[in-house]
């Protein structure tokens, strides 16, 4: 298998999730491993949740698979990853590592609000 990103999607009802043992819709075991490309779209970004201390650097990426995932967001200013931001899993990142990075995939669309 090549690079990507591998998660899980359940035999009984098809739900499609990230490191489970049980399926989170129907509790099934059932679950069959299928890969993903590793392209997605943040969320909920590190710095909408910046009051939070625990989660100061974490980011949330949903997948068109229809799965999520907490991770570290790298490669744009912290002020632009926000949710809807198109990221994809950092090259040389390994998921059976721990932490999962990605980076961003484009900035587009800034305003001039953005800019230092």
Not at 79 to 87: M, P, Q, S
Not at 91 to 102: H, I, M, N, R, T
């Amino acid at each position: 298998m090549g690079g990507g990103l591998v998660y899980q999607r359940c035999g009984w009802c098809g739900t499609a999730n990230f490191r489970r043992l049980l399926c989170p819709v129907c509790a099934s075991a059932d679950l069959a491993p299928e890969r993903s490309d590793g392209q997605g779209v943040v969320v909920r970004s590190g710095v909408e949740q910046r009051y939070r201390r625990a989660a100061r650097s974490e980011s949330v990426v949903r997948f068109p698979e229809g799965f999520e995932v907490r991770c570290r967001v790298v490669g744009a200013p912290p002020h632009l990853v926000r949710a809807g931001t198109r990221v994809r899993l950092a090259s040389g990142a390994d998921p059976k590592a721990g932490e999962l990075v990605f980076e961003v995939f484009g900035v587009c669309d800034t305003d001039e609000r953005d800019r230092w």
